[in-house]
């Protein structure tokens, strides 16, 4: 039993849980994060925009379906090499900069933790870009009307920028607004000018 003289302090446990969560590091997150906000905004605006460049100078559904489809299947192998690719040579450098130092320290070496994985990563990409593309596909293939047609494109891919922005503001704790607001602009960028050229050249003659 405490004296007249002592105070007991008692430290309440949900003040030791909120630490922990206060000190985790979203930054771990950024890997795979940067990679799969990339693939899956990459595959949206790319295909959205290859879509809208061949609606530009034709009316036909088939002619836009087919040109989005081949455009994923080349998308995503072009993602999934090229992350492959980076992220090897990124685990090429920090397995030789373990070397170096396991040889000044007189060390073994060993393996360290969180190392890059290229498979998993050329796998996300791949993944990504294409749950990115089917979203035009999709909003394309069931619309005969031309106009209307291209009006669904951008609207769903319009919501699923927004969608993309959110998901990589929530998950990585930055500004909502700020992250919508560049994917938004950008698409929406990518869309107008590939629109644009594609029309302005369809016009000077030259036919698909």
């Known amino acids: 039993m405490a004296s007249a003289n002592q105070v007991q302090i008692t430290i309440p446990k949900d003040n030791a849980d909120r630490n922990e969560v ?39 559904v088939k002619a836009m379906i087919l040109t989005g489809f081949a455009g994923l299947c080349a998308g995503a192998c072009s993602m999934a090499i090229g992350e492959f690719v980076s992220v090897y040579s990124q685990l090429d450098i920090e397995r030789a ?5 396991a040889g000044i320290n007189g060390t073994s070496e060993e393996s360290g933790k969180n190392m890059p994985n290229p498979f998993q990563a050329a796998f996300a990409s791949a993944i990504a870009f294409s749950l990115g593309a089917v979203v035009p596909l999709l909003a394309a293939a069931f619309v005969t009307e031309y106009e209307v047609r291209l009006a669904v ?9 927004v969608v993309f922005g959110w998901v990589g503001a929530v998950l990585g704790k930055t500004r909502v607004g700020r992250s919508c607001g560049r994917v938004l602009v950008g698409g929406w960028m990518a869309m107008a000018i590939t629109f644009g050229l594609t029309r302005l050249l369809g016009a000077s003659g030259l036919e698909m």
Request: proline share 0%.
């Open 97 to 101: 900069q373990m070397k170096r130092v």
């Open 22 to 60: 206060d000190e985790f590091d979203y930054s771990q997150r950024s890997q795979w994060l940067r990679a799969a906000i990339l693939g899956a905004n990459d595959g949206l605006v790319s295909i959205a925009s290859l879509m809208m460049g061949v609606g530009a100078v034709k009316d036909d």
């Open 153 to 161: 494109v951008v609207a769903a891919t319009t919501l699923m920028l």
